[in-house]
Structure formats: structure tokens, C-alpha cells
């Protein structure tokens, strides 16, 4: 199996060294493929070997570095990839707290980076570093807004919340506090949970003692599925909300029939055969074959957000081309630019628009309502 | 806080307890006859639970790659060994044994389809697979640097720790993974439900937890480690080998971290890396031990599960924070109690 994931990581790797000796554009992807966050890492990483070729009649090249979920890491491999390699762009990293370490260097040299975290916090407010950065990941008030709407019609009146104690967590739950009042949804249990918990009994006991009409688990990968089989083997009849965090296959698979009937908003890879025909249906369809082709699994969501980084850059490529020679800081402002002016285009995760406030870009064409039945996800 | 979740939670306690109180007896029995605080010890639980996870998917894991590989790195070395100090028929006998038991492992693997094979064969294989993997760790990576200081020997056990959660990364994948219970049914004891993976864990514990201490006093091998840690030099004047000594220890010590990982595998998702906080939480029942008394060590261990329960109740948030606070008011009060005495080994 691992041969068979090296070899077209070594085919492309041997193309691109080919390739070194003109002057191709370069960008530098940053992910997490070991350590704590390899979850997220890892289909980021084989994305890779996915991305364009070229743009705008330029090659592009890309480096790609490991940061093992490592922020003091993530800043070295950012300052290597600007001062050694001067990249014209770039991916990355992976892990939120990552990413707002690197904003400053980023902005510093003047290198636009496209970060496929789940914050919020890299894109919001703009200031003037984070002018460099664009988010290739649905806000979470987004995705929070599509939860509550549906909790409303369902006539959800109490929400516990377990959250894990991290950046994801926290977010959600600063997002879910003012959402939720203004719906008129009462939150009466805030709880928190490390990943690598072996028992979440106290936390769901706790949610249990208030009796909320639903609770929302905000938790990323796989760490989503302990706090739902608690609260099931305890007796919690009500309804469960997940986040797109969650929006993985394992959680079916470890979580077995306790996810029946969770619902959570998240992008559309996970329903293609159900959702209608449109350009970013196509986009993700053609994705997920085609790395499933290569790895022989499908992708997680996490891949399709740097898959559709590298989409954003060859969509704002040739605009760049006319400001200035890849290598120049005239290339690098010009395709901030010509990012910032990214419109209607399809990516696996939805439609971007993107404008000079909102630098992650998606409307509610970035998600759909799911819900597990009968083991499998399907559109709710 | 009624009586019913008081119960819910200290049976969560007493399952989490008895996992770290089995950890904290091996790391105390690896500490006092090699001096080695074993932090791959968690690697153990955390291999073991997934090894058994691999299984019931019926994927044969590559882990039976690595042991071929280190045991092919140990035989080798062995054989180096014997290069020197001239030939040796037993010895050869024993470098062939090793090599015929990682190999026969290879092959049993590939024969056998592993998702039907009963519950109790997969644990056993998982146990074959795992349990070498321990003293072999011990030949190749502290046996050559068995006299260095205790720090040296702590700083190649960090590093051994890290390689095997990269290797481990590798074999498992990201995901995580969690097995079937033992047994399917719920006791229940008037109001509350008793799960039954709890009673197994703690039952099986308690069976390790005795026949431990039935070893090490009643048989010679058992009395012989004891020695080693009581006095190093004098039990190798009495004819103790040390390297024996230190390979026991590491193959009790992965016999305990691997049956440890397939009694929590059924109740909790293990990641790759969720052995070195287990193993941690272990240690805090060590220390508050003073790293030599088994019994304040297992009782240690039980209350830092009791705490981690009812702090998860209470503050969710500060549940770690609760719990690895715990070590300081031992470490002062086992440092104004006991003089300190100088090792001159």
C-alpha cells in the first residue's frame, strides 16, 4: 500500500525537478502530515500530486514541506519557503493555531497565503497583514447558521454544546453563543473535552443533568464520535447536531449505530450522487476520483481545501502574469490582487466570491444539510 | 451531583484507575531493576488497542513487518556479539528460534483470516505479536548503554517513545479506532447500569495486578529481578544475568502495556498518539509511589482515575490541568520526608 502511495508522489516529484531549471512559478505548500493533526495533514499532503501543473502558459512547482503539527515548525518551513526558495504563494499550514503564527511573515515579504484551516480567526477581522491571507475553508458562522436554522425548524428550544478544548472548540462556541440567542435557543451546558480522552462520562453526565432538546458536538475528526456514543449510552434520546468537522467516513465507521439520525452542514463531498448538477459538483466529482484513483481511498474534506487553493492560484495566475515575472514582488502583489478579485468560481467546497472584506468567499452554496441513515450519509 | 451519577462516575474512575494503576506497577518494575522510566510504555497500549482494531477489520497490520525487521536488527547483533567473544551452539539455537518465531508470526497471519477468528485468539495474537517487540526494544536500544547514567538512559527512552509514534502513524493511520466489547450485556446493580467492558477491566486487573505479585514472590526468576532491583552488583555476583534481567522486565512490562490497550480498546477511541498521556497518567501513580512501593503506587494510580472522573464532572476545561497538578504536593511531601541518598553505581 505504501508503494502504491509513493509512486505518483515520486513520478511528480521527478517532473517537477525536471522542470527546476526555467523559470516556473513556485508555491510552497505547508501541511501537517505527522503529529497530532495527521488527520488533517495527511489528504492535504497527497493532495498535492493533484494540483495544476500550469497557468497562464507558466509551469508551476510546488514544494511541499511537513510541519508535524508543529506552529515553531510552520514558521520555520514559512521562513524557508520565502527567504531560500521564494515562493511565489503559498498552501498552508494545516492546523489553525499554525496559521496565525505564520500571518506576519506572510504579510512581512509580501507572499499571499492560502490557509485551509477551520478559523475564522485568519480571515476576521481584516486588518492589514491578513490582506495577504485567504481561507479556502467555510467560516464556521456559516456553517452555524445553516445548524441553527434547521434546530429552529425543528423547534429546538435548549442546546447543550460539547466542544473540544482547542481552537475549533473554542470558535464554535463563541459563534454558537451569539447565534443562538438571537434564534432564541438557549445554551445550558457549555462542555469541553481533550481529543485523546478516554472518557467523556463527567462532561455527558453534566449535559445529560439539563436535559437540552439537542446537543451540538464541535469537535474535529474523529474526536467527534466519543461525546456522541456517551450520550447515546447514557440514554439521551434527543437530537444531535455535529459540525463539519465530523464530516468524515471514519466517524461512521467508529461511531457504528449511535450516529444514526446526527445532522450536521457541511460541503457537498461527502453527498455528491445526490446533490443537483452544477460547476462545483463537477469539480469535486472530478477531485474525488481522481484521488481516489491514485491513494485508493477517498479524500477527506481537508484535502478538497487545498485542492481548491491550488484552483484559486490558477484561476488568478494569468491576471498576475501581466503585473510582473513569477520571482518579482510586482507577481506576488498581482496575484493577492487578482485572488481578491476571484469570482463565480467552482471548487470542491462551493463558489468562491471572494471581495476585500471577505476573504474566505462562500455563500450557502458552500454547504448542505446531511444527516446519517442507515450507516451512510445522505442529504437531509 | 445525586447518588446515581456519583456511581456513573467513580465506575469511570475505578475502569481509568486500574488501567493506570497496571501502568504505573510495570513502570515502577522497569525503573527499579534497569533505571529506565519506560515512556514507550503508552506505545504499547495504544499498538496493542489498534493492532486488535486492524484485526477486527480483518486487515493483517505491517507491524508484523517491524518485529521481523528488529528481531532480523537483533539477531544480527547477537551474532556480532558472538563474533567476538567465539562461537556459541546454544546461542546460535536461540538467534534461529527468534528468527522461526517472527517468521511463523509472518506466515500465521497471512493464513489466517482475522476478522473470524474468536475475540479471545485475536487478543492472543496481538499478545504474540506485541509482547516480543519489548525485550527486543530492550537489546537493541538500552542494553549497549545499560551502565550510562539514569538521564541518558531517560533521554533514549524519550527517543525510542517518539520513533514509535511516527512508526505507529505509519502502521494505524490518523483515524484512530476502537474494538467490540467483550461481552455484549449490562449488569444492572439496583438504579445503576454496569457496563460490562468495566467489570472485565477491572476483573482482569485485578488477576494481573495478583498474579504479579504471586511471581515475584514465590518464583525464582521473579525473586531474581527483585534482587536486581534491590542491589544490581550484588545480584550479578549471585549469577544474575542483568541483560536477562532487563529483558524480562521490558517483556512483563509490554505483556502489561499491550493487555492494558485490549481492555480499553471496547470503551474508548485510541489514536496513535493517545498512549504517551495514558502511560503519563500512570506515572503520576508512580511517583506519588516514590517509584519503588507497588501497592501506594496502585492505590495512587485509582485515585488519579477517581479525581480525572469527578474533575471532568466539575470543570471540563481544567480536567488535566487537575490531575497532573496532583504530582506537586507528593513531590514536596516525598522530598521533605525522605533523605535523600546518593547512588554510587
Do not use: C
Not at chain 2, 467513580?10 to 531493576?33: E, P, R
Not at chain 2, 537489546?139 to 527517543?159: H, K
Not at chain 2, 502495556?257 to 498521556?277: E, Q, R
Not at chain 2, 512501593?293 to 471532568?312: C, K, L, N, R, W
Amino acid at each position: 500500500m505504501l508503494s502504491k502511495k509513493l509512486l505518483p508522489v515520486l513520478l511528480v516529484g521527478a517532473t517537477l525537478g525536471f522542470n527546476a531549471a526555467q523559470a516556473d512559478i513556485k508555491i510552497g505548500v505547508v501541511t501537517s502530515a505527522t503529529g497530532p493533526i495527521a488527520l488533517v495533514g495527511i489528504p492535504q499532503k497527497n493532495t498535492v500530486a493533484l494540483l495544476p501543473d500550469s497557468a497562464g502558459g507558466e509551469k508551476i512547482r510546488y514544494i511541499s514541506l511537513d510541519d508535524s503539527s508543529d506552529p515553531t515548525a510552520a514558521v520555520k518551513a514559512f521562513k524557508k519557503l520565502i527567504d531560500e526558495e521564494k515562493v511565489d504563494a503559498i498552501i498552508g499550514p494545516s492546523g489553525s493555531a499554525a496559521a496565525m503564527g505564520v500571518i506576519q511573515f506572510a504579510a512581512e515579504s509580501g507572499t499571499p497565503m492560502l490557509a485551509p484551516v477551520g478559523t475564522a480567526a485568519v480571515v476576521l477581522p481584516m486588518t492589514e497583514q491578513k490582506k495577504w491571507v485567504f481561507k479556502t475553508t467555510q467560516n464556521d458562522d456559516l456553517i452555524a447558521a445553516a445548524l441553527i436554522e434547521q434546530m429552529q425548524k425543528e423547534g429546538v428550544k435548549t442546546l447543550g454544546l460539547i466542544g473540544t478544548a482547542d481552537p475549533y472548540g473554542e470558535n464554535w462556541e463563541n459563534v454558537m453563543s451569539g447565534l443562538a440567542s438571537k434564534a432564541g435557543i438557549k445554551i445550558v451546558a457549555t462542555e469541553s473535552f481533550q481529543r485523546q480522552d478516554t472518557s467523556m462520562t463527567g462532561q455527558s453526565l453534566k449535559v445529560l443533568m439539563t436535559n437540552p432538546d439537542a446537543v451540538l458536538i464541535a469537535a474535529p475528526g474523529s474526536s467527534s464520535v466519543m461525546p456522541q456514543t456517551t450520550l447515546k449510552d447514557q440514554g439521551y434520546k434527543g437530537q444531535i447536531y455535529q459540525t463539519h468537522g465530523a464530516a468524515l467516513d471514519p466517524f461512521l465507521r467508529l461511531g457504528g449505530k449511535a450516529t444514526e439520525g446526527t445532522i450536521l452542514a457541511a460541503s457537498m463531498m461527502l453527498v455528491l450522487d445526490e446533490v443537483p448538477d452544477s460547476a462545483a459538483k463537477e469539480t469535486a466529482t472530478h477531485y474525488v476520483d481522481t484521488y481516489t484513483r491514485i491513494y485508493g481511498n477517498p479524500p477527506a474534506t481537508f484535502g478538497g481545501n487545498v485542492y481548491d487553493a491550488g484552483l484559486l492560484l490558477k484561476n488568478a495566475i494569468p491576471a498576475a502574469l501581466e503585473k510582473g515575472k513569477p520571482g518579482t514582488p510586482e507577481f506576488r502583489a498581482g496575484l493577492r490582487d487578482a485572488l481578491e478579485k476571484t469570482k463565480e468560481m467552482p471548487g470542491t467546497q462551493g463558489v468562491y466570491n471572494m471581495t476585500p472584506e471577505d476573504h474566505s468567499g462562500f455563500d450557502e452554496r458552500g454547504r448542505v444539510m446531511i444527516t446519517v441513515k442507515d450507516g451512510d450519509w445522505k442529504l437531509l | 451531583m445525586n447518588f446515581q451519577i456519583a456511581v456513573l462516575l467513580g465506575q469511570d474512575g475505578v475502569t481509568n484507575g486500574a488501567i493506570y494503576a497496571l501502568l504505573a506497577l510495570s513502570i515502577i518494575l522497569v525503573f527499579t531493576v534497569t533505571r529506565i522510566l519506560l515512556i514507550p510504555l503508552g506505545e504499547f497500549v495504544t499498538f496493542g488497542a489498534l493492532t486488535m482494531a486492524s484485526f477486527q477489520a480483518g486487515e493483517p497490520t505491517a507491524l508484523m513487518w517491524v518485529l521481523l525487521g528488529l528481531t532480523l536488527l537483533d539477531s544480527a547483533l547477537d551474532a556480532w556479539a558472538m563474533r567476538e567473544r567465539g562461537f556459541d551452539t546454544r546461542k546460535l539455537q536461540i538467534i534461529g528460534l527468534k528468527l522461526g518465531y517472527a517468521a511463523g508470526l509472518v506466515i500465521l497471519m497471512h493464513s489466517l483470516t482475522l476478522d473470524q477468528i474468536p475475540m479471545f485468539a485475536q487478543a492472543l495474537l496481538t499478545m504474540l505479536l506485541l509482547v516480543p517487540i519489548g525485550p527486543v526494544m530492550y537489546r537493541i536500544f538500552f542494553q549497549p548503554i545499560a551502565s550510562a547514567q539514569p538521564l541518558v538512559l531517560l533521554i533514549v527512552s524519550i527517543a525510542v517513545h517518539v520513533a514509535m509514534v511516527g512508526v505507529g502513524l505509519l502502521l494505524f493511520g490518523p483515524e484512530g479506532a476502537r474494538t467490540q466489547p467483550f461481552t455484549d450485556t449490562a449488569l444492572s446493580l439496583g438504579p445503576v447500569m454496569l457496563k460490562s467492558q468495566t467489570l472485565w477491566v477491572i476483573l482482569v486487573s485485578i488477576i494481573l495486578i495478583v498474579s504479579l505479585f504471586l511471581a515475584f514472590e514465590r518464583t525464582l526468576y521473579g525473586k531474581a529481578l527483585r534482587a536486581t532491583a534491590v542491589n544490581r552488583m550484588g545480584a550479578r555476583l549471585m549469577g544474575i544475568s542483568p541483560d536477562f534481567a532487563g529483558k524480562a522486565t521490558f517483556a512483563l512490562a509490554a505483556f502489561i502495556g499491550v493487555s492494558s490497550g485490549i481492555l480499553i480498546a471496547p470503551i474508548t477511541t485510541l489514536y496513535f498518539d493517545s498512549g504517551f498521556i495514558i502511560s503519563l497518567k500512570g506515572f503520576v501513580g508512580a511517583i506519588i509511589g516514590g517509584l519503588v512501593s507497588y501497592p501506594v503506587a496502585a492505590i495512587g494510580a485509582v485515585a488519579v482515575g477517581m479525581v480525572e472522573a469527578f474533575s471532568m464532572f466539575w470543570a471540563s476545561a481544567y480536567k488535566e490541568i487537575i490531575v497532573f497538578t496532583l504530582i506537586i504536593p507528593f513531590l514536596l511531601w516525598r522530598s521533605l520526608t525522605s533523605h535523600h541518598v546518593e547512588d554510587d553505581e
